[in-house]
């Protein structure tokens, strides 16, 4: 279902991610989203890089798997930060938390807990815009990162995502109206035959507005990428014929500008 005609608030998306939490850590812990473990997750950690020695935010954290892995991967610390307080708490209780490079913060990306310039990445994996004031973490982000630090955004597509039950032609399926207003997308999350019991609210911002917010809080857009199944994963997995048939994510790389 897709809805741009009606408001919500901060708290309703933050009460869907509450219902959904245990769903959540099944889904991402037992890998069962090939978006994830097969699309995105290899586009993200490429674009990430090594991060040896670096000290990263990792905005809208979930359960903690992306933290864990860049502190596997040699992280200096990393910063997880979600409103949704039990998967604050699924993610300090893994089994793996125990890291003191890992920290997580129950807070919301808008009013970060951390000092200025103290962070060298700032990732946001999969978080959804924000409803209240959707630009403002994006201040938040410039604030906290280093001049020469980086932010990498992944989300979903602002041109060709839609509600599952709309995917049909190329483009959105809506009118121009919702594209350069704001759509809503409210749909109960689907993976590997297992439903969640909320529905998610996402809001979705035209590809100039969605940039643009980005821009107005002192970055540049230094990357552009639109992470997709390979032609050799499509032939050798049907899954991709049905599943990914539009662009569904996009993926950004900004730098923080400095004041000329
Ligand atoms: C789709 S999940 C992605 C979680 C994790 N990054 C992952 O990829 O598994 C979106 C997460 O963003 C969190 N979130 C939504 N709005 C937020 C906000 N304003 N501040 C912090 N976290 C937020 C939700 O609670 C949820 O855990």
């Not at 997995?237 to 990914?244: E, L, P, R, V």
Request: with cysteine; aromatic share 8%.
């Amino acid at each position: 279902m897709t809805r741009g005609d009606e408001m919500l608030g901060d708290l309703e998306v933050s009460r869907g991610y509450q219902q959904n939490a245990a769903y959540w850590e099944r889904i991402v812990r037992q890998r069962l989203d090939k978006f994830q473990t097969e699309v995105t997750d290899v586009a993200l950690l490429d674009l990430v890089g090594d991060p040896e020695g670096v000290r990263v935010l990792d905005a809208g954290c979930g359960e903690g798997y992306f933290t864990r892995e860049l502190i596997a991967r040699g992280a200096a610390h990393v910063h997880g930060v979600d409103t949704c307080a039990e998967l604050i708490v699924a993610a300090r209780e893994h089994p793996k938390s125990g890291d003191s490079r890992a920290e997580y913060h129950h807070a919301d990306v808008a009013d970060l807990p951390l000092p200025d310039a103290s962070v060298d990445v700032v990732v946001a994996n999969r978080l959804p815009h924000g409803i209240a004031d959707p630009a403002r973490r994006f201040v938040e982000f410039r604030r906290v990162l280093q001049p020469a630090g980086r932010l990498i955004v992944l989300s979903m597509h602002p041109c060709f995502y839609a509600a599952r039950t709309d995917r049909e032609g190329i483009g959105f399926a809506s009118t121009i109206d919702d594209y350069f207003g704001v759509r809503t997308v409210q749909q109960r999350f689907h993976v590997a035959g297992l439903t969640s019991p909320a529905e998610s609210f996402q809001q979705f911002y035209s590809l100039e507005e969605h940039i643009g917010m980005i821009t107005a809080a002192g970055f540049a857009v230094t990357n552009l990428r639109e992470p997709r199944p390979s032609a050799e994963q499509r032939q050798s997995d049907t899954f991709w014929a049905t599943n990914f048939t539009r662009p569904l994510f996009m993926l950004l790389e900004c730098a923080p500008m400095v004041a000329r």
